[in-house]
């Protein structure tokens, strides 16, 4: 089994930069798709960033792309985001999820249904 714990959430300023850290637990998953996703309240689950299990590649949506960076360490089973320019629509909670399938088509890797692991989740809120 897979244990999932996000850390790094805080309440930060418009303009400052956070850095979220999701390590798993259990087994070693460094050939599962790894991701990050947000929920704001009353709003649908989002991807925000993923890369895929090869590690050959990385999407972000427009929203994020230039502001949020994945990274992926293999031996301590983390990966992290990197967040930058936060704005006050970045206020969310933001979850990682892992995949053990190999289809990595961006409708799959976007899709919460596709992910067998998640975390519990950690607060980013963003003032202006």
């Known amino acids: 089994q897979v244990q999932l714990v996000e850390s790094g959430g805080s309440e930060v300023q418009a303009g400052d930069a956070l850095r979220l850290s999701c390590v798993a637990n259990?087994?070693?998953?460094?050939?599962?798709?790894r991701a990050w996703f947000r929920q704001a309240p009353g709003k649908e689950r989002e991807l925000v960033a993923v890369i895929t299990w090869d590690n050959r590649q990385k999407y972000y949506p427009d929203s994020v792309k230039g502001r949020f960076t994945l990274s992926r360490d293999n031996p301590k089973n983390t990966i992290y985001l990197q967040m930058t320019n936060l704005k006050p629509e970045d206020t969310a909670i933001y979850y990682c999820?892992?995949?053990?399938?190999?289809?990595?088509?961006?409708?799959?890797?976007?899709?919460?249904?596709?992910?067998?692991?998640w975390g519990q989740g950690t607060q980013v809120t963003v003032s202006s």
């Open positions: 999820a892992a995949r053990e399938g190999r289809d990595s088509s961006l409708g799959t890797l976007s899709n919460t249904a596709k992910y067998e692991y």
């Open positions: 259990g087994r070693m998953i460094d050939r599962f798709a």
